[in-house]
Structure formats: C-alpha cells, structure tokens
C-alpha cells in the first residue's frame, strides 16, 4: 500500500471516529481533513450557536487527539500522526507556546543560564524548536519518554 493511501485510511478512520464521538457526547461539528507533509490534519468547526467549545481547550484537544490515533493504530496496527484542531484550539494552543517562548527568552537574557521547559508533545517540541531558532537562540531536547522535553539556551 501507498504512503498516500495509508494517509487517507488513517483520516477516514480518525474522522469516523471523532464523528462518532461527537455524536455520543452530543456535540455539533463539521469535519474537514487535509493530508501534507505525511500527516493527517483534522479540523472539527462548527456555525452559529454550537456547543464545541464545551472541548475546545487545548489539553482536551489533545486528549481526543491521542484517543483518535490509538483508534487509527488499534485498526491498522500503524502509529497516526494526526493532528486535531476543534474550534480553533491549534491556534490557542500555538499562541501560548508562543507566550512561554517569549517568557523563556526573557528569563534567559536576565540570568543567562540555560532554561529548561516543561516536557512537551513532539509536535509541540518542533513549533517551540522553530519559534526558538526565529528568535536567534538555540534549543535542543532532552531527556526520554514523557520526560522529554527542551532547552533553550543563548547562540
């Protein structure tokens, strides 16, 4: 089987079941699935006066993210790189990594020492990675597991 229709096994199977998901927990929403760069992009919106705010938040995105990939890899036996956006929670959740990005360089430049953050998604340890390059400061990754996560230190 192609790379191309793996991707597109793995977004019909995440979207039947975050569609199914939403059904059982009574929630409104239109789904929209885009495949680049080897990943599955699953956007849920909704119009006028809907109830998906009630998962928007980030850390609940996040959580129905890894129970869609754990749905897609119990049927194929392959690991999902799905990425899932509800209500506009990838931009919510972007604008805060770039918040803690700038309150790292902040703290870096007052005490010069090396800043060791939270661990972090690996999607989330690559956006921090570039926002830190763009800012002229290096960032590296450490650590195993759950564990694993960045610091930033001065070029």
Do not use: C, W
């Amino acid at each position: 089987m192609s790379d191309e229709k793996e991707l597109e096994q793995q977004g019909e199977i995440a979207a039947d079941f975050i569609e199914e998901f939403l059904d059982v927990a009574d929630l409104d929403g239109d789904l929209d699935i885009e495949f680049k760069k080897e990943r599955v992009y699953i956007s849920v919106q909704s119009e006028g006066d809907s109830n998906l705010s009630k998962i928007s938040d980030p850390d609940t995105v996040e959580a129905v993210q890894e129970l869609a990939r754990l749905a897609v890899q119990a049927k194929t036996g392959e690991m999902s790189r799905l990425i899932l956006d509800i209500a506009g929670s990838r931009q919510v959740k972007m604008d805060k990594l770039k918040a803690l990005v700038e309150r790292t360089i902040e703290k870096l430049e007052d005490t010069d020492e090396a800043q060791h953050l939270k661990p972090m998604t690996s999607y989330d340890r690559k956006q921090v990675h570039d926002m830190v390059s763009e800012a002229g400061f290096v960032s590296e990754s450490e650590g195993q597991g759950r564990d694993r996560h960045i610091v930033v230190r001065k070029a």
